[in-house]
């Protein structure tokens, strides 16, 4: 899939599934929502009932930032499948107006964010690599 | 959430991620479709084109076999959302009878491998944790 093609799908998905590793070297995946901006993908901790602030994500990324993002479409017919992956850097946005901007970015594309702001923290992913692959030709 | 019910959720689901992590500590997400058997999970690969035999998710398993499998549900009513995520330890399976038994569950599941039966390998994921979340109370 050209690279062109793979980031409209990323634009156009509502929801994506994020891929970290542990300093144990084990993999772990969680939904999240999410917001473009140039090669750079933002999404915030939200408000949603947590354990604990100290998310095993965030956890994850300060020990290792190498992070897989996934979006992906099923259908029971499957001529109609694809995914696209984004394979990137993660880090915590510490700077205000990175934050502000991500904020802005995510309550724009989901209408429960307006009635709910994500507190935070936020994080970027800087997109190294787009790859992607569709059963139709 | 309970673990009956979450096992409830993937049973009932047509379509997972599997997150790996190669032997450079960068995680590799791709979806699947999968069979669960007990605590065991089953996916094969199957004949859809790939660039290779010696897929990255093979590859990843064979150096590393944690891995984590998430279901998950989304709509815009964010009251409604869920996941599911499977953590266990993959193995790829060589026994021809287990082999056999995963290709049975799994074209039991999907009518397109009754068209075309996957030639795997099969991979056997042993689930050792079960968790989940719900925002619905």
């Known amino acids: 899939m050209e690279a062109?093609?793979?980031?409209?799908r990323?634009?156009?998905?509502?929801?994506?599934?994020?891929?970290?590793v542990g300093d144990d070297g084990r993999p772990h995946i969680v939904p999240i929502v999410f917001a473009l901006d140039g090669d750079k993908l933002y999404f915030a901790v939200d408000?949603?009932?947590?354990r604990t602030a100290n998310l095993k994500r965030l956890k994850n990324i300060a020990a290792n930032?190498?992070?897989s993002v996934l979006v992906d479409h099923y259908e029971k017919d499957w001529t109609r499948l694809w995914w696209v992956r984004a394979d990137?850097?993660?880090?915590?946005v510490t700077d205000d107006?990175?934050?502000?901007?991500?904020?802005?970015?995510?309550?724009?594309?989901?209408?429960?964010?307006?009635e709910a702001r994500p507190?935070?923290?936020v994080v970027a992913i800087h997109i190294h690599r787009l790859s992607g692959w569709s059963a139709e030709p």
Not at 4 to 8: G, I, Q, T
Not at 10 to 20: F, Y
Not at 47 to 50: F, H, S
Request: charged share 35%.
């Open 88 to 92: 990137g850097t993660a880090r915590i």
């Open 47 to 50: 408000a949603k009932p947590k």
């Open 65 to 67: 930032a190498s992070v």
């Open 4 to 8: 062109a093609e793979a980031r409209r």
């Open 119 to 121: 507190p935070g923290p």
């Open 97 to 114: 107006t990175e934050t502000h901007r991500a904020i802005e970015l995510l309550t724009r594309r989901y209408p429960r964010y307006r």
């Open 10 to 20: 990323i634009a156009d998905s509502r929801v994506a599934r994020l891929a970290t």
